[in-house]
């Protein structure tokens, strides 16, 4: 089971997953992070790790490179390849150039090596921490804005498309075949439904979702039919 600094008060606590098969090593950072008031679980290996840790809860992970079984670059592979987006620093011992590269490609947040700075852990951790709230805030936006499109009517939702290519009135109305009296109405209704003030506003939101969606499309493309992060 794994080490755990204290409870966690709230599920939107973040916490530190680390992966780590030194005895020493693990208590060092448990008591660390600890230390500045961080939650942290420390797991023994992959398979530990795999089998216990709430990828779901905010955080990050802090991942040894050399571990039993799995190692550190494959474990990154894995959860990348199976949905998980934790953010990821690397710790190591016998660190290399090539390792270091191919961990910061796959979009780890530091590669460090021991013995390192107390400092320097913590300067990455809450990078990475800070990195996994925006992400989660991005993706509360996002559902919020998808929310909002799946209550516009199949018009409205027409007047949404016209407006963000930057249609007027009368040619929305001249496409869809309306008056543009009712396109003003259709307009009015769907700018209150999105919570929008200005179509700006409103062409930003959309071409965040559009490349949110771009983005998803591309990761799921990735991933094997199975997405349960259970061994490989």
Not at 199 to 221: F, G, I, P, Y
């Amino acid at each position: 089971m794994p080490e755990l600094t204290a409870p966690l008060r709230d599920a939107r606590d973040p916490i530190i997953n680390i992966v780590e098969d030194d005895v020493s090593m693990r208590e060092s950072l448990i008591d660390l992070f600890h230390s500045m008031n961080l939650h942290a679980a420390a797991f023994a290996s992959p398979d530990e790790f795999l089998e216990h840790a709430e990828l779901a809860r905010p955080g990050c992970i802090v991942l040894d490179v050399r571990l039993p079984g799995l190692n550190g670059l494959d474990l990154q592979e894995h959860l990348e390849r199976n949905g998980s987006m934790l953010p990821i620093v690397f710790m190591t011992g016998f660190g290399d150039i090539s390792m270091s590269v191919r961990a910061m490609k796959a979009g780890a947040i530091d590669f460090l090596t021991k013995p390192f700075r107390d400092q320097d852990m913590l300067d990455s951790v809450l990078a990475a921490i800070e990195q996994d709230a925006v992400r989660r805030r991005k993706m509360r936006e996002f559902d919020g804005f998808t929310s909002r499109m799946d209550t516009l009517s199949p018009r409205e939702r027409d007047v949404l498309e016209a407006v963000v290519e930057g249609l007027m009135n009368k040619q929305i109305a001249y496409r869809l075949g309306l008056s543009e009296i009712t396109v003003k109405l259709h307009r009015a209704s769907m700018m209150k439904k999105m919570e929008v003030t200005s179509v700006a506003e409103l062409v930003r939101a959309n071409e965040r979702v559009s490349r949110h969606r771009t983005l998803k499309k591309q990761a799921n493309d990735k991933r094997p039919e199975s997405s349960a992060l259970r061994g490989l």
